[in-house]
């Protein structure tokens, strides 16, 4: 059977489920070999396993188990996936081709001919293009196979234990194809973004991670301490907002940045304490030019989304989300209040507080932990505007105190932010605003936050920020989008944890515990 037809062909690398003799290991290489021109007929051939390097060396009474299923649509799909992503050749001399690359390149050889002038390592075999004698394109091995990396552990036929799999990442994303597949997806979707950015003129920049004070979101911060600083607390970004408003104000207009983000919050389905934003910021846009970018942005990923599912990652299920544009809007205030049936208080008196609890009384709606105003507004929109947002939805005009860094306006008798949030499918996607950029505004909102201080909200007044401010920041549009969750509303995908390579904080902080004992079972 030739090499390259043969059922196990894109796994190579030979997996034993313990310590073999050198006679078992060469007779098992020998059988996935190509019979042409390999003199491997000896029994004590010496096999080269990690440190192994003689016969004499390597253990006995073991035996090496393969799987021989060529119908395992496992492997199948090893197939189609490494084909893309080859591995490296042992031997660095060697030229590598992936099987692709390799069929494409040698198929015009004819029955039993060899092509001489090029050597090729697929996988750890090594040796010449060459046509069998029933015509199938095969490879003429010169030398024998070694064995590059040993396995103690018997491969499972699949991992189904969502807690297994997430403390056992490396084992599940060789036998789940999905998983490995929706990891590329997340790198390509990346990728995809920042060429879109770029194309219209924007410049990456990186920005601190670690401060003195974390600013840009109503969020707890981490806390740390470094060794130059041993009596100062530092903390670790919650969104790199404000650096990038001082990198507008030093003459950059257009700048964005795609890096991790740290909240001290808690976990579920949809959030997580390390998560990574894309947030870019232009000089003189308005809500109007960022609503415009983002519906096309989204429009051009859902389609690129499904020629990537279609040609190269089968396993993810195409995106089915129906787009019109433009997108539908709602208004938070004027919607908020048709489907209360009551009308919002003046939600800069002294009072306005006290008069929402009343509103949640007279609903029956139970009241938030910390039920201070933003909590109590948030809580509304989350029970009666987000659940209609199934299709693209942008929700506007949001109350003043729950966007403290975009400018305001009066709207529908009350003071509301020029933002926009655009929800699909019932969940946050991109935020986007039109920034605050008078000092003096500024720091009255501020203060204003002052009062809605508890252990999740550490508001605090940015001098830093606001002698920034005083040099005179231009009219600027920022626009923030959750990388995890884009990628999840893409790949269909209902955990944040599927789309993170090594799941959520409280799957990293288990890592590995008690996996030997429950993969065993699997």
């Known amino acids: 059977m030739s090499f390259l037809n043969h059922p196990l062909r894109p796994t190579l690398r030979l997996r034993a489920s313990r310590p073999c003799t050198a006679a078992t290991a060469a007779s098992y290489l020998r059988f996935y070999s190509i019979a042409q021109g390999l003199a491997s007929e000896k029994e004590d051939a010496n096999i080269t396993t990690g440190d192994i390097s003689s016969p004499n060396d390597v253990r006995t009474e073991a035996t090496a188990k393969i799987r021989l299923n060529s119908k395992d649509k496992r492997i199948e799909a090893f197939r189609s996936s490494q084909d893309l992503y080859p591995r490296l050749s042992p031997d660095a001399t060697a030229k590598t081709w992936s099987t692709r690359a390799f069929l494409s390149r040698f198929d015009s050889l004819k029955k039993d001919k060899t092509f001489d002038s090029q050597q090729a390592a697929l996988r750890d075999m090594k040796g010449y293009p060459h046509r069998t004698l029933r015509g199938e394109l095969s490879l003429l091995v010169t030398a024998l196979p070694r064995l590059l990396s040993p396995c103690l552990h018997e491969m499972p036929t699949g991992l189904q234990d969502p807690e297994t799999r997430i403390r056992n990442r490396h084992v599940d994303f060789q036998v789940n194809d999905r998983a490995a597949q929706i990891v590329r997806f997340r790198s390509q979707i990346i990728t995809r973004i920042r060429e879109y950015l770029q194309d219209k003129g924007y410049l990456e920049v990186q920005t601190p991670i670690m401060a003195n004070l974390a600013g840009g979101a109503v969020a707890r911060p981490f806390q740390t301490r470094a060794v130059e600083f041993p009596d100062r607390h530092i ?49 003189y846009a308005n809500l109007d030019y960022l609503t415009t970018v983002t519906e096309k942005l ?81 809580r509304l929109q989350s ?109 269909g995908t209902d955990r944040i944890n599927d789309v993170l390579p090594f799941g959520n904080l409280r799957n990293v902080v288990s890592l590995g515990k008690s996996g030997r004992d429950v993969l065993g079972t699997q």
């Open 383 to 491: 029970k009666y505007l987000e659940p209609s947002c199934q299709q693209p939805t942008w929700i506007t005009n949001h109350p003043e105190c729950l966007a403290p860094l975009a400018k305001s306006f009066v709207h529908e008798g009350q003071l509301v932010s020029a933002r926009g949030e655009l929800f699909i499918f019932g969940k946050e996607v991109v935020n986007t605003y039109e920034e605050e950029n008078s000092p003096v505004e500024q720091r009255k909102k501020f203060e204003e936050q002052l009062k809605y201080r508890n252990d999740d909200n550490r508001s605090t007044v940015d001098e830093s920020y606001l002698e920034a401010l005083e040099w005179g920041l231009p009219p600027t549009g920022g626009w923030g989008c959750g990388i995890d969750r884009l990628v999840m509303l893409l790949s």
């Open 235 to 283: 903390e670790l970004r919650t969104a790199p907002e404000l650096w990038l408003k001082r990198l507008v104000l030093g003459g950059f207009e257009r700048i964005f940045e795609i890096g991790p983000c740290f909240r001290n919050e808690g976990i579920d389905k949809i959030h997580n304490p390390e998560f990574t934003t894309c947030e870019f910021y232009m000089a």
């Open 298 to 378: 989204i429009s051009e990923l859902i389609t690129y989304t499904n020629q990537l599912t279609f040609k190269q990652l089968p396993s993810l299920k195409t995106c089915e989300l129906s787009i019109t544009k433009p997108f539908r809007r709602i208004d938070f205030i004027k919607d908020l209040q048709r489907l209360i049936d009551a009308s919002l208080p003046d939600l800069k008196s002294p009072t306005a507080e006290a008069e929402v609890i009343k509103i949640f009384h007279d609903k029956d709606i139970p009241l938030p932990q910390s039920p201070t105003l933003p909590r109590l507004l948030d």
